[in-house]
């Protein structure tokens, strides 16, 4: 049950592909709390997923659009505020992929036309939204952008591979773009860097269950879930937050401050249980 948090707000959310997403759940809670939406993502992700199904539900406009061209993304705009009536009030970027790693190249071997593409799609998309956005002046004094980010935009995780180029990019743009839309129209640009979650494009990286489980076991409050970033995104769009901009917010248990747990050291000295001599000294090779 919502609480109006967002009552009379009209808001744009790119990348819901299905009930696994994290855009599909932040679509569902922000029409919980009073908005009105138009839903976006590419037209093969609307053949292959169920976004239909979800605009359905909440009786919000379907918007095919590939999120790197900018004649599309001025369509998504300009048929956005018709379908609801005025300017936009918030808009969630949640778009990445990375084509490297759906063919399993290593960051040593990348191909780099891949790598292009995964620039563009993963973080150049939210410069060309913003930049969209304020050249059709698109988007209400005060309002709020969010685009997803990972801890991996800091920190070397394996397996994470070019999408750690793409979300350091991604919260470039964010804090760039934020002073000058900030300045200029008073609307506020963020990051949120959320714990890993087992959406359909995270399962694709390698090792990502285990990554997981990991990061659970090192959160004091443990991983946050889709829904818990969608209830983080509904306070992101809200009036509640009015002065925050430029900032990339960890959303993931407390992972981000962590060194080692309890429970993590637990299961790294597990681990060494079979390689230990009749006498209980560790083999090390």
């Known amino acids: 049950m919502g609480n109006n948090l967002l009552k009379g707000k009209r808001g744009i959310v790119f990348g819901a592909l299905n009930d696994m997403s994290i855009a599909w759940k932040v679509a569902e809670r922000v029409v919980e709390e009073g908005a009105v939406i138009t839903l976006s993502n590419t037209p093969l992700a609307v053949r292959m997923g169920t976004t239909n199904e979800l605009a359905e539900k909440l009786n919000a406009k379907l918007i095919p659009a590939d999120a790197t061209s900018v004649e599309d993304l001025e369509q998504v705009f300009a048929q956005s505020m018709e379908a609801l009536g005025g300017k936009i009030d918030f808009v969630l970027h949640s778009i990445g992929m990375s084509p490297n790693v759906r063919k399993k190249r290593t960051y040593d071997n990348l191909d780099y036309d891949l790598l292009m593409t995964t620039l563009d799609i993963s973080a150049i998309s939210f410069h060309k939204m913003l930049q969209v956005a304020k050249k059709m002046d698109a988007i209400s004094e005060g309002g709020s952008v969010l685009a997803l980010s990972y801890v991996a935009a800091q920190r070397t995780l394996f397996g994470y591979n070019d999408m750690a180029d793409a979300k ?10 934020g ?10 640009i963020n990051t949120i860097s959320q714990s890993p979650t087992m959406t359909t494009a995270g399962s694709g990286i390698k090792g990502f269950d285990s990554l997981v489980d990991f990061s659970d076991r090192m959160s004091p409050l443990g991983n946050a879930t889709a829904q818990d970033c969608a209830d983080y995104c509904v306070v992101m769009f809200s009036d509640l937050t009015r002065k925050v901009t430029m900032q ?17 050291m637990e299961q790294y000295n597990k681990s060494f249980d079979e390689f230990k001599d009749e006498n209980g000294n560790i083999i090390y090779g």
């Open 168 to 177: 350091s990019m991604l919260e470039s743009i964010a804090r760039s773009f």
């Open 179 to 188: 002073y000058i839309y900030g300045r200029e129209k008073g609307v506020r």
């Open 248 to 264: 990339n917010l960890f959303h993931d248990g407390g992972f981000s401050s962590m060194g080692m747990s309890f429970r993590a």
